[in-house]
């Protein structure tokens, strides 16, 4: 057995640096309780937790409930990010049996019916969608009052963790001190849900990103529309870590929703591939890892995302990872699993697109597996697949998505770990954490760019090639260094070691060059860059110990190919459906 492969990753769970006071993880319902039906699979729930009026947490953050009508609801909508989402729940068994498109995407407007309608607020609130008057009688999500004012901006100028000192229990303080001090600002993007705008605090200067709904139309989109940022709150303001998106709070106003959300000025990854073109490994590998960090948080706290991908993945100046667009994220507790058709269908795994036996946390590593492949190819995976096509492919057939052949092997394992049909055989994040392809040994000074000139580094080109002296054009100039400071270099001296050196945004003077020589001197020294590190793999990993993993006892319980049904709509994959 794999050393990585039965360890448990304690470090990556709660290791993180911000200051965070959240509430504690999300517990399940004794199993003595009534299973609920989810609101969209009233006919057919067996056990399984409601989508959203229960399994999420239950001090949630109710939105007005505009009324609500017993049919499917599903919603096709495009999406900037040149990706689609879909997302297919049903009222009356499986989701298969109902399709209606119902609504066009991008704008969400949300009327209140009668009952709900805040009459009375002339004004802008500084309110949650909890406040009372809101959604008494028609709570869309849950009956839980709960105040959830205006968040106060981060009174640190590096941590939006410091906004956490107003909260009280896991909501805000209700003092009107930090009320409208966000200014909203240009409008950075749209999504399937809502709008994303700058956010600035002019008081205490500090940036956030605000995701807004509208809250003035009635149709069975904006309902969507709002119930999707109301479970983007409850998730949300649960969680607390480097690597996830973080959010400042939220406030319901007489015509907009608005989430307040920390803001990752990097942009999407998707949008860093379609300006930069396809990464190069050691940026996969950088990105992976904080990605899984994220994903082995959430999971730790029973919380599913369901739509990983490049569109839904910030990154920070610092190349800091940030999981957003929590819309689709869900507690799933230890006696239930979903049926929902939810996600965007490239990065959807097999056991969601089949919408038959359910599935659970598992379906993020698949989607992860496809995100490394969108980051390496620049493509979704089975983008030579139209629409439908695509979906049939993922659903029906024993492929996995071609993995390109310049990745090394140990990238093709871990996305071939990642991307395993049968749901039980794929690895945890944390267990995925220990793998090769991204652990992390931190070496002192890892002068592993720093070649001697009799070194023969291995290659990770897959061909055996050896590096020559023309791979490392600095060379030269080192060449006079001690012999020890190169001894380090022989251990740990894979090409792509270089690559994660020279690829990553490090200043000449945060280099570990600089310690190694008096050429590096004259520079000032810059602070560490935060998510610098140097990769060290063993490359002793031998996949044939994977054969041995417990994992593999369990049967594969996937339904028969021929059972699935494509049931998409005719519209281009840029949408979502609901
Ligand atoms: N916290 C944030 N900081 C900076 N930009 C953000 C933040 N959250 C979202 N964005 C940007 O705002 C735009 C809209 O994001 P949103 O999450 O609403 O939709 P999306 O992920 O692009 O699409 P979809 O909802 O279909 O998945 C995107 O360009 C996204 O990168």
Not at 429 to 434: D, F, K, R, V
Not at 446 to 465: F, H, L, Q, W, Y
Request: proline share 9%.
């Amino acid at each position: 057995m794999p050393t990585w492969w039965g360890r448990k990753s304690g470090k990556n769970k709660d290791d993180h640096s911000k200051s965070c006071n959240v509430d504690p993880p999300l517990t399940p319902p004794s199993r003595g309780g009534t299973p609920r039906c989810s609101r969209e699979f009233a006919g057919a729930c067996s056990g399984f937790s409601g989508f959203d009026s229960d399994s999420v947490e239950k001090k949630g953050h109710p939105l007005p409930r505009p009324s609500l009508s017993p049919v499917s609801i599903h919603h096709v909508s495009g999406s900037t990010s040149g990706s689609t989402s879909v997302s297919s729940v049903s009222s009356s068994g499986s989701a298969e049996d109902q399709v209606l498109l119902v609504a066009s995407r991008g704008h969400c407007d949300v009327k209140f019916n009668e009952r709900a309608s805040p009459k009375a607020a002339t004004t802008t609130r500084p309110l949650s969608p909890l406040h009372n008057q809101l959604s008494g009688g028609g709570s869309l999500e849950s009956s839980s009052s709960e105040l959830h004012p205006l968040p106060l901006p981060p009174t640190s100028p590096t941590s939006p963790s410091a906004v956490h000192g107003s909260r009280i229990g896991g909501g805000y303080e209700t003092s009107p001190v930090g009320f409208s001090k966000w200014k909203k600002g240009k409008f950075i993007g749209s999504g399937t849900f809502g709008q994303v705008y700058q956010g600035f605090n002019s008081e205490k200067g500090k940036m956030c990103a605000i995701k807004e709904v509208k809250v003035i139309s009635d149709d069975q989109t904006s309902k969507e529309c709002l119930r999707q940022l109301n479970q983007e709150i409850n998730v949300l303001s649960q969680l607390c870590h480097p690597n996830i998106v973080q959010y400042y709070g939220s406030e319901l106003s007489e015509e907009t929703l608005s989430v307040y959300l920390e803001y990752v000025s990097g942009g999407s990854i998707h949008k860093l591939l379609n300006e930069y073109g396809p990464f190069t490994e050691p940026v996969i590998q950088n990105y992976t890892r904080q990605i899984l960090a994220g994903l082995a948080y959430l999971h730790g706290r029973n919380t599913v995302h369901r739509d990983i991908k490049g569109a839904n993945i910030l990154v920070d100046p610092n190349g800091e990872i940030k999981l957003a667009d929590f819309g689709m994220a869900k507690h799933v507790t230890a006696y239930s699993t979903m049926l929902s058709f939810q996600g965007s269908p490239y990065w959807m795994a097999p056991e969601v697109v089949m919408n038959k036996n359910g599935y659970t946390l598992s379906v993020d590593v698949w989607s992860l597996g496809c995100t490394i492949l969108e980051m390496a190819t620049s493509k979704p995976p089975w983008s030579q697949f139209e629409g439908v096509a695509a979906i049939f492919k993922i659903g029906n057939s024993k492929d996995i998505p071609e993995i390109p052949d310049h990745l090394s092997n140990d990238a093709k394992n871990f996305i071939r770990l990642c991307l395993q049909r049968n749901p039980t055989l794929r690895p945890t994040a944390s267990q995925l954490l220990e793998h090769p392809f991204v652990r992390v040994r931190t070496t002192r000074v890892a002068a592993i760019t720093i070649m001697p000139k009799d070194a023969s580094p291995r290659s990770n080109d897959g061909n055996g090639t050896l590096p020559t002296r023309e791979s490392y054009p600095w060379r030269a100039s080192h060449d006079n260094y001690p012999k020890q400071q190169f001894s380090r270099a022989i251990k740990s001296p894979s090409r792509e070691n270089v690559r994660a050196i020279t690829s990553l945004p490090v200043s000449p003077c945060s280099s570990p060059l600089r310690q190694l020589g008096p050429a590096y001197k004259s520079c000032f020294l810059s602070p560490p860059h935060p998510s610098y590190t140097f990769p060290v793999q063993d490359g002793g990993y031998n996949p044939a110990d994977f054969a041995a993993s417990p994992f593999r006892v369990k049967k594969d319980t996937m339904m028969e190919p021929s059972s699935f049904r494509a049931q998409t709509p005719n519209s281009p994959l840029r949408s979502r459906l609901v």
